[in-house]
C-alpha cells in the first residue's frame, strides 16, 4: 500500500468517525403515530469509578500541609481503592441497560407516538442506544455520568430519523440512599463507605433510573424543536 493510498483510507476513517458523531433531527419528515419501534441498548459491562477527596486546602504553598497531605493520601487511598472495588461489583452495565430500558425507551416511544415491540422484523423503526461512558466521579461529591449515542432509524429505507449524543451528570443526592439530606447535593465519599451492599446497590440502580428519565429529557428538546418548524 503507498503512502497516499494509506492516507485516503485514514482520511475516510476519519470521516465515517466525524459523520457517526453528528447530530441529526429530521422527526418533523416521519410518521411515528400508530408505529412499531424495536429498541436494542449496548452497555459496557462494568462501570469507570474514579474517587478522590481532592487535597488539603493551603496544600500546594506550605511544605508541612504538603507533607501532611501525603501521609493522609496514603490512608485516604487506601480507603477510596477499597469502595471503587466494591463500587465496580456493585455497578453493572446490564442494571444501566435495564434503566435505559424501563426509562429512557418507553419515554422515547411514547412521545412519538409508538409502540415498542421485541422483533426487528415486527419493527417500522428501530431505537439503538449505545453507552459511551458510564461511571462515577467525586468532583463535589459524588455523581453518576452516563453518555449515549442514541439513534432512530426508519427499518425500511435505512435512513436515521433522528441521532444525538446525550449526556447527563446525575449527582447521587444522599436521598437515594436512604439518607434524609436535601435532594440535589451530591452525596460524600465518606457517607458512601458507611452504606452496605445492599444499600449501595439498591441506591444507584434508583440513581441510574433518573439519569436515564433525565436523557429522555434532552430527547424531548430535538422533538419539540422539529415538530416547531
Request: charged share 25%; glycine share 8%.
Amino acid at each position: 500500500m503507498t503512502k497516499n493510498q494509506s492516507l485516503i483510507l485514514l482520511a475516510l476513517a476519519a470521516a465515517l468517525l466525524l459523520g457517526s458523531c453528528v447530530s441529526v433531527n429530521h422527526l418533523d419528515e416521519y410518521r411515528f403515530e400508530g408505529s412499531t419501534m424495536a429498541p436494542t441498548i449496548w452497555a459496557p459491562e462494568f462501570a469507570d469509578v474514579h474517587l478522590s477527596r481532592g487535597n488539603i486546602p493551603g496544600s500546594e504553598d506550605s511544605v508541612l500541609l504538603g507533607i501532611l497531605e501525603i501521609g493522609a493520601n496514603v490512608a485516604v487511598g487506601i480507603q477510596e481503592q477499597k469502595l471503587e472495588t466494591r463500587l465496580n461489583e456493585i455497578l453493572r452495565g446490564d442494571d444501566l441497560a435495564l434503566a435505559l430500558e424501563t426509562e429512557f425507551v418507553p419515554d422515547t416511544a411514547a412521545m412519538l407516538g409508538a409502540m415498542t415491540v421485541d422483533r426487528f422484523a415486527d419493527a417500522d423503526y428501530l431505537l439503538e442506544v449505545e453507552v459511551r461512558e458510564y461511571g462515577l466521579t467525586s468532583a463535589g461529591g459524588v455523581h453518576m455520568e452516563i453518555s449515549v449515542d442514541a439513534r432512530i432509524i426508519h427499518r425500511f429505507s435505512g435512513q436515521t430519523a433522528w441521532r444525538r449524543r446525550l449526556s447527563v451528570s446525575e449527582p447521587a443526592s444522599p436521598g437515594y440512599f436512604g439518607i434524609n439530606e436535601y435532594l440535589g447535593t451530591a452525596i460524600s465519599i465518606a457517607a458512601l463507605e458507611q452504606l452496605s451492599d445492599e444499600a449501595l446497590q439498591n441506591g444507584f440502580d434508583r440513581l441510574s433510573r433518573q439519569a436515564a428519565a433525565n436523557l429522555s429529557e434532552r430527547f424531548r428538546r430535538d422533538y419539540f424543536k422539529a415538530r416547531s418548524r
